[in-house]
């Protein structure tokens, strides 16, 4: 069956459009019928090429996307599904794709997901069993075919049809933030991406940053460019931080104030930076673009690509109206001065300086991991043989595993995983330091290095980890291809003994092999 949106992405003569859809909590309040008459008008329209519908935005409970995806099909329109990790584990993940799949909802946008923040009787627990990576890879076997092992050996699922992308946010003030996020992107694009959507933010040397950097790492991705009309407000809050991920800077709110006291409060003046922003983001070569703003309608969704398309022959005479930039903002490439875009040389790290700190603490990790984690080398020998002679005995192994708890429960706050991934992360402990538990880089939520959850209170893990890397010239391995989810059968377990005796998801990359079996006498 014919895939609007993914034909219109795909398309270089077409600039693909997507509107925004919040449903909000509730069956049948006022939010679902407002979102299912919006459809109905985009598919009377024909000016969408798909309708994008959230998945709990902000941490909070509301009706399931896949359902108004469902409904909305029946229109006549592509929806855009938010595929998020925030709330199920994988085997409710690949349930819910089973009846994406069955109800022919391909469209999907996998994304971390907001920190949950409330729901019946307080803060529902959350789950990020899987990150974005790994569910992309998942949809990504899905799309084969998925193997599933049984007793009579493998079976496989008919192919899936899924067109699913991720998320990228270029619009970060750090060297260590902006530099995760692009090596996530990459690990996300290895996991199967087909397409990139950029977070929210209004400087436009950042939006054209991320068509630089695919351009020089060979990444034939298309990217879709995120426009808000940005109501005071709104950007009240997301200057604030308080819907991580969307920057607005304190310039450009400043200048949204000002607006307010027009005499339509602002909305000729923030309907024509979208458009502008629509017909800048036509002009460097965006594939399409995505338009949001709380109760936007129809009309005004028209207005910004019709007036987009007749402002994009001048396209460049725009860039100058969204110098937006954070306060000591790094960009990953140096200024073209023309233009007021990025030439195509990156800015110099070397001798930056470490957005964290990275002390004591760092260097002796190092050390230990060098006399005893380095495969075959120094200690390593050793311990595999002293972890395999235990292996079977119950008390030895209680004993060598209270050790190591002691031990690590002091130093990282280890939450006794049993697959451990502080060599993935600079020698820091994800599950116990990031509150979203993610193994292949920061989300989208931080801000000025600051964890999303804990704003000012804690610097974000992934931040710290590339200042203690970067210290020692390391950050590079940061970029290496996804790390695997937490295997929850070793919850609990030793790790090293895991680590040791070749386990856990370090194995095949260090080529770690379960030792020999012992001779029975």
Same mark, same amino acid.
């Not at 049948?28 to 985009?42: D, F, L, P, V, W």
């Not at 460019?225 to 950007?235: C, D, E, R």
């Not at 400043?254 to 602002?266: F, H, P, Q, V, Y």
């Given at each position: #069956?014919?895939?609007?949106?993914?034909?219109?992405?795909?398309?270089?003569?077409?600039?693909?459009?997507?509107?925004?859809?919040?449903?909000? +909590?509730?069956? @049948?309040?006022?939010?679902?019928?407002?979102?299912?008459? $919006?459809?109905? /008008?985009?598919?009377?329209?024909?000016?969408?090429?798909?309708?994008?519908?959230?998945?709990?935005?902000?941490?909070?409970?509301?009706?399931?996307?896949?359902?108004?995806?469902?409904?909305?099909?029946?229109? &006549?329109?592509?929806?855009?599904?938010?595929?998020?990790?925030?709330?199920?584990?994988?085997?409710?993940?690949?349930?819910?794709?089973?009846?994406?799949?069955?109800?022919?909802?391909?469209?999907?946008?996998?994304?971390?997901?907001?920190?949950?923040?409330?729901?019946?009787?307080?803060?529902?627990?959350?789950?990020?069993?899987?990150?974005?990576?790994?569910?992309?890879?998942?949809?990504?076997?899905? @799309?084969?075919?998925?193997?599933?092992?049984?007793?009579?050996?493998?079976?496989?699922?008919?192919?899936?049809?899924?067109?699913?992308?991720?998320?990228?946010?270029?619009?970060?003030?750090?060297?260590?933030?902006?530099?995760?996020?692009?090596?996530?992107?990459?690990?996300?694009?290895?996991?199967?991406?087909?397409?990139?959507?950029?977070?929210?933010?209004?400087?436009?040397?950042?939006?054209?940053?991320?068509?630089?950097?695919?351009?020089?790492?060979?990444?034939?991705?298309?990217?879709? &460019?995120?426009?808000?009309?940005?109501?005071?407000?709104?950007?009240?809050?997301?200057? /604030?931080?308080?819907?991580?991920?969307?920057?607005?800077?304190?310039?450009?709110?400043?200048?949204?104030?000002?607006?307010?006291?027009?005499?339509?409060?602002?909305? &000729?003046?923030?309907?024509? +930076?979208?458009?502008?922003?629509?017909?800048?983001?036509?002009?460097?070569?965006?594939? &399409?673009?995505?338009?949001?703003?709380?109760?936007?309608?129809?009309?005004?969704?028209?207005?910004?690509?019709?007036?987009?398309?007749?402002?994009?022959?001048?396209?460049?005479?725009?860039?100058?109206?969204?110098? *937006?930039?954070?306060?000591?903002?790094?960009? *990953?490439?140096?200024?073209?001065?023309?233009?007021?875009?990025?030439?195509?040389?990156?800015?110099?790290?070397?001798?930056?300086?470490?957005?964290?700190?990275?002390?004591?603490?760092?260097?002796?990790? +190092?050390? #230990?991991? $060098?006399?005893?984690?380095?495969?075959?080398?120094?200690?390593?020998?050793?311990?595999?043989?002293?972890?395999?002679?235990?292996?079977?005995?119950?008390?030895?192994?209680?004993?060598?595993?209270?050790?190591?708890?002691?031990?690590?429960?002091?130093?990282?706050?280890?939450?006794?995983?049993?697959?451990?991934?502080?060599?993935?992360?600079?020698?820091?402990?994800?599950?116990?330091?990031?509150?979203?538990?993610?193994?292949?880089?920061?989300?989208?939520?931080?801000?000025?290095?600051?964890?999303?959850?804990?704003?000012?209170?804690?610097?974000?893990?992934?931040?710290?980890?590339?200042?203690?890397?970067?210290?020692?010239?390391?950050?590079?391995?940061?970029?290496?291809?996804?790390?695997?989810?937490?295997?929850?059968?070793? *919850?609990?377990?030793?790790?090293?003994?895991?680590?040791?005796?070749?386990?856990?998801? $370090?194995?095949?990359?260090?080529?770690?092999? +379960?030792?020999?079996?012992?001779?029975?006498?």
């Amino acid at each position: #069956m014919e895939n609007k949106f993914k034909e219109s992405l795909l398309d270089k003569n077409t600039l693909s459009v997507t509107w925004e859809l919040v449903p909000g +909590r509730g069956a @049948n309040e006022k939010a679902q019928q407002t979102a299912i008459a $919006s459809a109905e /008008q985009a598919a009377k329209g024909g000016r969408v090429h798909a309708l994008t519908i959230t998945d709990n935005p902000g941490g909070n409970p509301a009706i399931l996307a896949d359902y108004l995806g469902m409904e909305i099909i029946k229109l &006549g329109i592509e929806p855009l599904v938010h595929f998020t990790c925030k709330d199920k584990n994988r085997n409710q993940m690949e349930s819910q794709l089973y009846a994406l799949d069955r109800a022919n909802v391909r469209n999907l946008l996998v994304m971390t997901g907001d920190y949950t923040y409330s729901g019946f009787k307080g803060r529902p627990k959350p789950v990020f069993d899987l990150d974005p990576s790994n569910t992309l890879q998942l949809i990504t076997e899905m @799309n084969k075919g998925l193997e599933v092992p049984g007793m009579k050996g493998p079976t496989y699922h008919a192919p899936s049809d899924f067109f699913a992308g991720a998320a990228v946010s270029p619009f970060k003030s750090t060297e260590a933030e902006l530099m995760i996020q692009y090596y996530k992107m990459k690990k996300k694009i290895q996991g199967g991406a087909q397409f990139i959507v950029t977070q929210l933010g209004y400087d436009a040397r950042k939006c054209h940053e991320v068509l630089q950097f695919l351009k020089v790492n060979n990444l034939d991705v298309p990217v879709v &460019g995120n426009i808000y009309v940005l109501p005071y407000g709104a950007a009240n809050v997301m200057n /604030q931080n308080k819907l991580p991920g969307c920057v607005v800077t304190d310039k450009l709110l400043a200048e949204l104030n000002t607006e307010k006291t027009a005499e339509d409060k602002g909305v &000729g003046q923030r309907m024509l +930076r979208a458009a502008k922003m629509y017909a800048f983001m036509k002009g460097m070569g965006f594939a &399409g673009v995505h338009i949001g703003g709380h109760n936007l309608k129809y009309e005004q969704v028209e207005y910004i690509i019709d007036k987009g398309e007749e402002l994009s022959p001048n396209w460049q005479d725009y860039i100058k109206e969204f110098d *937006y930039p954070q306060n000591n903002g790094f960009y *990953y490439f140096e200024k073209d001065e023309k233009t007021g875009l990025n030439t195509d040389r990156p800015t110099n790290r070397a001798n930056r300086p470490l957005d964290a700190p990275a002390g004591a603490m760092n260097s002796m990790m +190092r050390g #230990m991991h $060098s006399l005893m984690f380095t495969p075959d080398k120094k200690l390593f020998p050793v311990l595999r043989s002293m972890y395999h002679a235990a292996e079977g005995k119950k008390k030895a192994e209680k004993r060598l595993h209270a050790v190591e708890h002691i031990a690590k429960v002091v130093m990282l706050d280890c939450k006794d995983c049993g697959d451990c991934a502080i060599l993935d992360i600079g020698y820091l402990c994800p599950m116990s330091q990031c509150p979203k538990n993610q193994r292949n880089g920061a989300c989208g939520g931080s801000l000025d290095g600051w964890c999303e959850v804990f704003p000012k209170e804690k610097k974000c893990v992934w931040v710290r980890a590339y200042a203690r890397l970067k210290k020692y010239g390391e950050e590079a391995t940061l970029d290496v291809p996804p790390v695997p989810p937490a295997n929850w059968d070793l *919850y609990q377990t030793s790790s090293w003994s895991n680590f040791y005796l070749g386990k856990d998801h $370090s194995a095949p990359v260090l080529g770690i092999k +379960r030792p020999e079996s012992k001779i029975k006498k």
